[in-house]
């Protein structure tokens, strides 16, 4: 008998077994294997699924442990079904001739059973029109191996298989992830093709078993970790992100429960989705998450409604129940899913009404005294009861409990119950509807076609509901493919007993997809019992609606040629002999394309009798690429659209201009040295460990015995500041010197004219010299001392102005000499690094954080750079690098850490790898970007200082180029009042040394633009920015082809891709980078000459603002760069204004197509750059009416530059351009 808690005497364990728990729980049977998986067949039998075992209930003929079977719930008796792969939580689905199909699995374990071979890539079809038959397992196989899979079919009776692990190993390292897609045809066979889906890649780890839901539009809900968006699985593009749901992790391992509530034809089928349960982190300490959010995915806009659930639950699954309701069984107060992860078991069903008001929708409606952790499955039957099963939360069998650990404490469960609805309890069940009779069983009827259902009913019935219900596969807590719909009906007479009704299906596979369901008659919320239908494709009638001419021309040995012309899409293809080749040509019909012009048409291909002739020579020479170059002039001929050619190879004419105008080589991207041979991780290219990871990179490691100051290390100083690849700054501060910088302060800020001015450590004026650094720009006079003073900072200055070392110089220099005293103790210890034996917890002096992985490198960088001889050691911490790497440098300890907010949000989630307490100073960089995001939540963690900051005196800055009002007043609720802000020229306004042109251009035109203007300049580092991912890869194909070196980044890369790309922009390898805005914040690349807008970014892709991020890619630190757009009146007439006049700020030229938008009169921006903080307004109206007294709170004060008494009003200081002659400048 498993418990639910470690008993601490025999008494208790006595107690806890005699416990109470509802009549409306009954244990009926033995389920024969554990029941990970289960689904209630077409006969009405269940199948449970399971994983290979040391031990199950059942043995097959072979002498080996079934892993699988089949329940009779007639007689409550198991039989074994033979498997020949590890079907180990694996997906799956009904086909939609009602075979079930199982998706992915796990490696084989022949020391326990050698019959049974890898199912990672595994498909088994299980038929049920006759008893014991085994699964069928023919070798079909998945194009990539997954573990943990989702699976929704979609409305062409497709399979949509998505995500999954390639070996079932750390989920922390993306090379073991498989954050794609790949459909199965209607047959459940595969395409052999594996598709990146954007949402799992951006929240790995959290990216297995996604729900998964297919709505009206045929598009899918997909939901993960905590994002959400819906997916077009036919143009395979995100149509809308949702906003993310409020709480902690929803998916695998902290999974909760997703449904998709019940649809109904007086709704319009309008789907509604309700997501319960979950959890913080992947451990048995982790508490489970108590919040619902409930969102209507296709309304005009979607947003999440919150409410919370009567108890917190993780692993908990959602299942529909014919009256409409949702019933809420299984899971813990704590812990995740996986072997031993779980504790304090929930034993009570939950009732969710979804058409109550919010507070009014739970009940708890009964008790088991089973606990139901991981793999435990619940599913409804016939009946209308609720069969329950499962639970094996050790990674073989334990049949008897041992109470010293948590882990151990709970057993695997053979159990089987049957849980009773309130609708069939008491007085209840004699009200059901009875002899239930349908007039078929296969459903095809449309919007205007009938099915009628004759029952008997109690003659106090009142309403009446006809339910279309689909169970699907049930496993982990999601019920993939769970749909219940509330089908039109007419003719129900209530009073009367005997009842006829005319019921009608929708029209749309979209709303019921093919496949077995279940017809409930549901009298004043009492079930019938369910009668199984099929649910058929409805005929469609579109295609008959429309007219297209096709031309079919199969090629034959010569001198054979078929063509035959049909005015109808309805025609059959046959399978063909490989030797034959099929052309396939589509015209739609068109006024303009008349039959004579068609039988020309069909002339025209008369010359491909010879390619024919070459076909039977050498049948590989007619392919995709001659194809693709042959049907142009095809279509021309016969005055048909426009088609774009498609070039897949190197043009070699191209490859030979561009080498004689000095680029370089393109590099064919390699991607063998990212996988191997689809599951078998042992192939993989050794490279792909060794290649060095920006967390990975060396910085100074201090030593115990090390005084206030460690050595010099000349081979470290060489790799920090003099090698080729830094940016440093350039001498065109002239144009810098001259702009206008406004202090809003309660104490007069007084600028540093040098670095030598502002009173640093020793060891940080030596690390800013060995920097390059030699005088500083405006946001740097100014920044510095205000930080060295001890205020809280909001900082607003020109992208490439040198925010960075703006905080960085003045803190760290606070914290050298201070380290021995503030940081937490850590290992020193340098060469073989245990972490299990020296590993430290993570407590960092200072935390920033940024929106992208790239900054985050960079800053990192810069960061060991100033570190440099002193005990402070810097971390960084992104998403999409590999967690292990990162986790052991926290553990070796981290004064100053660097991160993006998920991948800190999982660290502060592992409380023995990182701690906030000790954090000082909190820097958000880009803070715009942040700020208008969706972090909140996981800002209010991590700005306040985490788990429990122990320091009161916390400072916070935030830095960006711009800063709207908007995020102005969100940075408030964490700045101190009567912060100091410094704005360097106007809020948002582009950088004075960029010279920036725009150039007309029509989309047709765009790529040879391009082309043109690449090769019109000398090869330097350029910058392409575009708006989609998409158009990345096209174009980084376009200009590949065309034999320039180009590579491209984008947020579907994966991070091992994103840093070999970036790398190879650094160092010249290849010179053309094209970029979505993953790359348009905070990039400093050493000599990016030209910044290209290839797409300009529209109002709702940042406007104006984003292309002053962008175009700062160039011109970096005094330096100077080249910016071109390329515009058109149809597509950027949105950003046209705001652009001329970003042109005459900066003395730009306007072209004449832009002339009409020049304003008369003086420039007005549409910002806030005028307005003085309020606060900061009524902090200095207190400091007029009483001087405050010198701080001493911190200990860290230093004379740095004496300020006078303050007025009143805002310091406006114009910048005086600095003296000629060496380093020494006087401002």
């Known amino acids: 008998m498993a418990n639910h808690r470690p008993p601490t005497s025999a008494e208790d364990a006595k107690q806890d077994f005699q416990q109470s728990f509802s009549s409306a729980f009954q244990v009926v049977g033995q389920s024969g294997v554990p029941a990970m998986a289960a689904a209630l067949m077409p006969n009405g039998n269940v199948v449970f699924v399971d994983k290979v075992e040391n031990y199950t209930q059942l043995v097959l003929d072979n002498g080996q442990y079934a892993y699988s079977a089949e329940y009779n719930l007639t007689t409550n008796t198991a039989h074994g079904l033979a498997l020949n792969t590890n079907p180990f939580c694996s997906g799956g689905a009904f086909l939609a001739d009602g075979r079930l199909v199982s998706i992915g699995g796990n490696g084989p374990l022949p020391e326990i059973d050698p019959t049974v071979g890898d199912g990672f890539q595994g498909i088994r079809y299980l038929e049920r029109g006759v008893y014991h038959d085994d699964w069928y397992e023919p070798g079909h196989s998945l194009s990539t191996p997954r573990w943990y899979a989702s699976v929704q079919m979609v409305q062409d009776k497709r399979l949509f298989v998505a995500s999954g692990s390639l070996n079932g190993m750390d989920p922390m390292q993306s090379e073991n992830n498989n954050p794609t897609f790949e459909i199965l045809d209607a047959d459940g066979m595969p395409a052999n093709e594996s598709t990146i889906l954007p949402i799992l890649s951006e929240n790995q780890p959290y990216y297995m078993y996604p729900f ?21 699985p036919d143009s395979q593009e995100t149509s809308l992100r949702l906003p993310n749901l ?166 695997t469960e053979f159990r089987v119950e049957i849980y009773t609805p309130p609708y069939l309890s008491g007085a209840n069940a004699s009200k059901r509807p009875r002899d239930i009779k349908l007039s078929q069983t296969n459903l095809t009827a449309a919007d205007d076609e009938f099915f009628s259902i004759t029952f ?189 050619q498609i070039v897949s190879r190197l043009d070699q004419e191209a490859a030979t201009l561009a080498r004689d105008k000095g680029w370089t080589e393109p590099e064919k991207y390699d991607y063998s040295r990212y996988a191997g041979p689809s599951g078998d991780p042992a192939a993989r290219n050794p490279d792909y460990d060794a290649t060095p990871w920006a967390s990975d990179a060396r910085k100074y490691e201090w030593k115990e015995e090390y005084g206030d100051v460690g050595p010099e290390d000349e081979e470290l100083e060489k790799m920090l500041y003099r090698h080729d690849l830094i940016n440093r700054a350039g001498v065109k501060f002239d144009n810098l010197s001259s702009i206008k910088v406004v202090v809003e302060a309660v104490e007069k800020i007084s600028p540093i004219a040098r670095f030598a001015d502002a009173g640093l450590h020793p060891i940080m004026e030596k690390n800013v010299r060995l920097c390059g650094y030699t005088i500083p720009t405006p946001i740097q006079a100014y920044g510095i001392p205000a930080i060295l003073e001890g205020h809280d900072l909001m900082a607003i200055a020109q992208t490439g102005s040198g925010k960075t070392a703006t905080y960085l110089i003045p803190i760290l220099s606070k914290l050298m000499g201070k380290a021995k005293k503030l940081a937490a103790p850590r290992p020193y210890v340098t060469e073989g690094f245990d972490p299990k034996i020296h590993g430290v917890r993570a407590e960092p002096l200072v935390l920033v954080i940024v929106p992208t992985r790239e900054l985050a490198c960079q800053i990192f960088d810069e960061a060991r750079r100033l570190c440099y001889r002193s005990m402070l050691r810097p971390c960084v911490a992104y998403g999409g690098g ?15 850490l660097i991160g993006t907010p998920g991948r800190l949000i999982d660290f502060m989630g592992q409380s023995h790898i990182l701690s906030l307490k000790r954090v000082r100073y909190t820097i958000i960089d880009e803070a715009d970007e942040l700020l208008n995001s969706d972090w909140e939540t996981e800002f209010a963690q991590l700005l306040s200082g985490g788990d429990s900051n122990e320091d009161a005196d916390h400072r916070y800055m935030m830095f960006s180029a711009t800063f709207n009002k908007t995020c102005r007043q969100v940075a408030k609720k964490y700045l101190e009042h009567g912060y100091v802000r410094v704005r360097v020229g106007r809020l948002g306004s582009s950088h004075a040394n960029i010279e920036q042109r725009v150039v007309y251009a029509d989309d ?99 406007g104006i603002d984003e292309y002053t991020h962008r175009i700062g890619r160039t011109a970096r630190i005094g330096n100077e760069g080249i910016a071109t757009s390329l515009y ?55 400091a007029e009416r009483e001087p405050a007294e010198p701080s001493a709170s911190d200990e860290f004060a230093q004379p740095v530059v004496a300020a006078d008494e303050f007025a009143a009003s805002n310091q406006e200081t114009a910048v005086e351009a600095p003296a000629a002659g060496g380093d020494e400048f006087d401002w």
């Open 1004 to 1102: 047709s035109a765009k790529q040879q633009c391009l082309y043109d203007l690449l090769l019109s300049m000398p090869p330097a580092r350029t910058l392409i920015f575009v708006n989609t991912k998409a158009q990345a890869d096209r174009l980084d194909d376009f200009l590949y082809n065309r034999g320039l070196p180009s590579t491209s980044i984008h947020s579907d890369r994966t991070q091992r891709e994103r840093e070999d790309a970036m790398s190879a922009f650094r160092t010249g390898k290849t010179p053309i980078l094209i970029a979505t805005g993953v790359s348009s914040r905070g990039l400093d690349i050493k000599n990016v000459m030209h910044v290209i807008n290839y797409d300009l970014p529209s109002s709702d892709q940042g």
């Open 882 to 896: 590999p967690v292990s790497h990162q986790r052991m440098e926290l553990q070796k300890g981290c004064d100053i």
């Open 212 to 232: 998964l839901h297919l709505l009206k539009n045929g598009q899918l809900f997909i939901f993960v970790a905590r994002s959400a968006e819906i997916y077009d």
């Open 456 to 644: 008997t009913s109690d003659t106090n019935s009142t309403d009446l509901k006809i339910a279309l219900y689909h169970g699907g596969f049930v496993t982990h807590s999601l019920h993939m493919g769970q749909r219940l719909l509330f089908l039109g009906h007419e003719g129900f007479a209530p009073g009367l007993e005997e009842q006829a009704v005319k019921v009608c299906m929708p029209a749309s596979s979209s709303i019921a997809p093919s496949g077995p369901y279940v017809i409930y008659v549901v009298l004043d919320g009492v079930p019938g019992v369910g009668q199984f239908v099929m649910k058929e494709a409805t005929p469609s009638h579109a295609l008959h609606a429309q007219h297209a001419y096709c031309l079919v021309c199969l090629l034959l040995p010569p001198p054979y040629l078929f063509l035959s012309l049909s005015s109808s899409l309805a025609f059959p293809l046959f399978f063909l002999p490989p030797t034959l080749h099929l052309i396939l040509i589509l015209i739609p019909s068109s006024p303009s394309i008349s039959h004579k012009s068609l039988s020309s048409f069909s002339l025209l291909l008369l010359p491909l009798i010879s390619l024919s002739t070459s076909l039977s020579a050498a049948m590989d020479s007619f392919g995709p690429e001659e194809m693709a170059a042959a049907l142009p002039e095809v279509a021309e001929a016969a005055e048909a659209v426009e088609t774009t």
């Open 1128 to 1182: 058109n009146h149809e597509k950027n007439s949105d950003i046209a204004q705001d652009l001329v006049k970003v042109l005459l700020e900066n003395k730009q030229a306007i072209p004449d197509f832009l002339e009409e938008l020049i304003p008369e009169g003086e420039l007005v921006f549409d910002d806030d750059n005028s307005e003085v903080d309020e606060e900061n307004q009524e902090a200095r109206a207190e």
């Open 246 to 411: 409020p709480g902690t992790y929803r998916t695998y391992p902290n999974t909760g429960g997703s449904v998709l509530l019940p649809l109904s034809k007086e709704n319009d089928w309008e789907p509604e989705i309700v997501i319960c349960g979950g959890g913080a982190f992947a451990d048995i300490a982790s508490p489970a998450e108590r919040t619902c959010g409930r969102i209507k995915p296709l309304s005009e806009s979607p947003e999440w409604q919150m409410e919370e659930m009567p108890e917190p639950r993780v692993m908990v699954e959602g299942l529909l129940l014919p009256d409409g309701k949702v019933l809420w069984l299984n899971g813990a107060r704590r812990g995740a899913q996986g072997f031993g992860t779980a504790q304090e078991p929930c034993f009570g069903a939950l009732i969710y009404d979804p058409e109550q008001p919010s507070g009014s929708r739970w009940s708890h409606e009964g008790t088991s005294n089973i606990p139901r952790l991981y793999h435990s499955v619940a599913l409804l039957l016939l009946d209308g009861t609720v069969m329950i099963a499962g639970s094996n939360p050790m990674e073989q069998p334990l049949l008897e409990p041992d109470y010293s650990t948590p882990e151990t404490s709970y057993v």
